[in-house]
């Protein structure tokens, strides 16, 4: 297991898999294309989150619980958000073409959104050692901004759901706001604890 988890390509095709997997079950439940390119655009989000919590919270968890599998995955934390970044991108795909053809939006509701994908793309751009190199500290001012601001689109849009006025998005918006809260809880107690310790 650690062993595949240590293949660099796995979080890359894992993106991949997730992406189109989520945009097949959508066209095996739906009937119509308009219901189709709903629920692609909606499982395509569900299907990528996966991969973001990974890589949000690869270096927490690896404080908080040291151990082979979270070291494993904290240096695969590149390649994990190179699968995010190919699992969104496929999302965007699918939302594009449901926004265009069929639920069309107000185009100030689509800039926090644009802000995101700005920040999933440079930061993939950017994921590479001569990066690092070349940016110094503003590369790890980047990337600790832009994850969190992605971390706060996702718990913004699924904490939303709660208060929809169709029921049927409420059990969703609650427990995978529940998600994105608990997931920040466990980076602010690495950090405190990384804190306390730099004190001793």
Do not use: C
């Not at 308009?34 to 890589?55: D, G, H, K, N, V």
């Not at 690092?132 to 689109?153: A, E, L, P, Q, S």
Request: glycine share 6%; proline share 4%; no cysteine.
């Amino acid at each position: 297991m650690l062993k595949l988890l240590d293949n660099r390509w796995v979080p890359i095709l894992a993106g991949l898999f997730a992406g189109l997997f989520a945009i097949a079950m959508a066209f095996a439940f739906a009937d119509s294309l308009s219901e189709r390119a709903l629920l692609a655009a909606r499982w395509t989000a569900r299907a990528a989150l996966p991969l973001f919590l990974i890589a949000y919270l690869a270096s927490s968890l690896v404080r908080l619980w040291p151990g082979a599998l979270t070291k494993t995955i904290l240096k695969r934390r590149r390649q994990w958000g190179l699968g995010f970044a190919l699992a969104h991108t496929i999302h965007l795909g699918a939302l594009l073409v449901n926004i265009l053809l069929y639920r069309p939006r107000e185009p100030e509701t689509l800039v926090a959104g644009s802000l995101a994908y700005a920040m999933i793309y440079v930061m993939a751009l950017t994921s590479n050692s001569w990066s690092v190199r070349k940016f110094g500290k503003w590369w790890r001012r980047i990337h600790k901004t832009g994850i969190h601001y992605i971390w706060f689109i996702f718990t913004a849009s699924y904490a939303g759901r709660i208060f929809h006025e169709d029921p049927g998005y409420h059990p969703e918006g609650r427990a995978l706001t529940a998600v994105m809260l608990a997931a920040l809880a466990v980076r602010i107690t690495a950090w405190w604890r990384g804190s306390k310790a730099r004190q001793r």
